[in-house]
C-alpha cells in the first residue's frame, strides 16, 4: 500500500479513537518512525503530510536525516522525535538535531543534556519515560519515582520536560494494554496536581502500531507509528 492510502487509513482509526473517546482530532500527534525504512520512503513520508517522524538510533536516522537537512529548501520541514534509549555519550548526536527526546529516564543522562545544551545555548523537549507495566526488561523510571524525578529536573534549565512517554509489552493484545495507558495519564494528572500551574508535563506519547487506537482512548497526545504508517523493508518498492 502508498504511504498516501496508509496515511489517510491511519487517520480514519485516530478519528474513530478520538470520537469513541470524545477527544479532538487535533490533540493527537502523529509520529511516523522511519527506522525500519529507506530515505527515500521517509522523504515520501513527508510529501504525504507525516510532518513528525521518529527514529531510535542515530546511526540509522543519520542518512535520512542529513539528506532532508541537505534538501530543506525543497522539502517539508519535520519534526524530529528520538524514541529509542539514549546513552550520556550519544547526547551530542541527538541535541540540537531532534526536537524532542523520549527516553529521559535518569538524572546522568539529564546532567549530559544539560551540560551539552548549555555549551551550545540550546534547550531540548523531553518525555520522561516511564516502565508502567514492571517488566524488567524495559527502560523507564519506576511510576513512583517519577515525581521525585520531576521535581529534580527543574534544576535543569536547558530540559523542558513536555510529558511522559511509555511502551506496553510487545506480547500483550491491544486491549490488555488498556491499564498501562490509563496508568500513565493517571500519573501525569498527579504531577500536574501536586506540582503546579508550573508543572509543564502534560503530553502522553504512548501507543505503537498494534495498541495506538487504546491508547488514544486512553488519553495519548503523541503515537509513534512504524509498521502500519510507514511500513517496514518490505513495502518498499
Ligand atoms: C519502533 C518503535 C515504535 C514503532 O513501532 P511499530 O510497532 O512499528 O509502530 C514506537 N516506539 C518506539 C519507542 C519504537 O522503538
Known amino acids: 500500500m502508498s504511504i498516501q492510502n496508509r496515511v489517510k487509513e491511519i487517520q480514519q482509526r485516530i478519528e474513530a479513537a478520538a470520537l469513541r473517546s470524545g477527544r479532538a482530532v487535533a490533540d493527537i500527534h502523529v509520529i511516523g518512525v522511519t527506522k525500519y525504512v529507506s530515505t527515500e520512503r521517509t522523504v515520501e513520508a513527508l510529501h504525504a ?10 546511526q540509522v536516522a543519520k542518512p535520512k536525516w542529513e539528506y532532508i537537512h541537505e534538501h530543506k529548501d525543497k522539502l517539508p520541514e519535520p519534526i524530529w522525535h ?6 550520556s ?54 511510576p513512583e519515582e517519577v515525581m521525585a524525578f520531576a ?5 535543569y534549565d536547558r530540559i523542558i520536560p513536555v510529558g511522559l512517554m ?25 504531577l500536574l496536581r501536586q506540582l503546579g500551574a508550573d508543572c509543564t508535563i502534560r503530553e502522553l506519547s504512548m501507543g505503537m502500531s498494534n ?27
Request: proline share 2%.
Open 49 to 58: 503530510g507525516v510532518l513528525e517522524l521518529g527514529e531510535n538510533r542515530w
Open 166 to 190: 511509555t511502551m506496553a509489552p510487545f506480547e500483550m493484545k491491544a486491549e490488555q494494554t488498556r491499564p498501562v495507558f490509563a496508568g500513565l495519564r493517571k500519573l501525569r494528572d498527579e
Open 89 to 142: 555519550n550519544k547526547v551530542k548526536d541527538v541535541v540540537g538535531r531532534f526536537d524532542y527526546i523520549h527516553s529521559l529516564d535518569r538524572i546522568s543522562l539529564a546532567e549530559a543534556i544539560q551540560k551539552y545544551a548549555e555549551k551550545h545555548d540550546l534547550t531540548v523537549k523531553c518525555f520522561i519515560q516511564v516502565n508502567v507495566s514492571g517488566e524488567q526488561s524495559k527502560q523507564g523510571l519506576n
Open 82 to 87: 528520538y524514541i529509542g534509549s539514549l546513552q
Open 211 to 237: 495498541d495506538f487506537e487504546v491508547a488514544i482512548e486512553e488519553g495519548a497526545t503523541y503515537v509513534r507509528l512504524g509498521t502500519s504508517l510507514i511500513g517496514t523493508e518490505e513495502d518498499e518498492g
Open 151 to 155: 521535581e529534580q529536573l527543574q534544576g
